[in-house]
Structure formats: C-alpha cells, structure tokens
C-alpha cells in the first residue's frame, strides 16, 4: 500500500495551491479519501474528506469556501485545491484511506510540507 503526496511548497499569503495523492496498493474506489495537517506542536487535524463514490465531502470550518478536495477513480488521485492560503495553514499535509463515516483512518501517506510566508 502506497499514498504518495507532492505539491507542497512555499508561497505568499493569498496564493494557491493544490496537492495530489497517488494511491496504489488498495482497491482505491472503496474507500473515503481524506487531507489532514499538522503544525509544528499542534496535533494532527481533518482538513477535508470525500466520499469513496466523491458525492459527499466534510470540511474543516477554518478551511470551508477556501478548500476544495476532489478525486479522479480512474488514476487512484485525490487532490486538495487550497485557495487564499493564510500563515496558519502551515502545516505538513497527509493524505489518508479510511471510512467516510467511522472517521477511521487505515492507511495514511508520507506527508508534503506547505509553508505560507511573507
């Protein structure tokens, strides 16, 4: 099993950004995808989740109207489109495969750093 997140980068408040994870290893499509971040001294927090068929998603209330997450089945890819970026999004961000509604998480990724600086 693999999740393998790129995109990460440093930018300028108010810039954009979106981030991809590869899947393999899993059957991709019977499972939630979900983006989670964390800061440097702060614990590991949901960002946004999509369902495995992509009809539903969650969102972060400090992320909602700024994030999109999205997914592609047929190339096993969930994305996060991060718009408006502000300093206290930065975070290392992971991507995960688990359950939509037990919020349960059974495989995780590696991590991208998103750093926003001025």
């Known amino acids: 099993v693999q999740l393998v997140e790129s995109g990460g980068d440093l930018l300028q408040p108010g810039g954009s950004l979106r981030l991809s994870c590869a899947a393999s290893g899993f059957t991709f499509t019977r499972y939630a995808m979900s983006w989670h971040r964390q800061a440097p001294g702060q614990e590991r927090e949901l960002v946004a989740m999509i369902h495995s068929a992509g009809s539903a998603t969650k969102y972060a209330d400090s992320v909602k109207g700024r994030f999109s997450i999205s997914r592609d089945n047929a190339k096993n890819t969930v994305y996060l489109e991060m718009n408006s970026l502000k300093p206290e999004d930065t975070a290392v961000y992971y991507c995960?495969?688990?359950?939509?509604?037990?919020?349960?998480?059974?495989?995780w990724g590696q991590g991208t750093q998103v750093t926003v600086s001025s």
């Open positions: 995960a495969a688990g359950g939509f509604f037990s919020m349960t998480y059974h495989y």
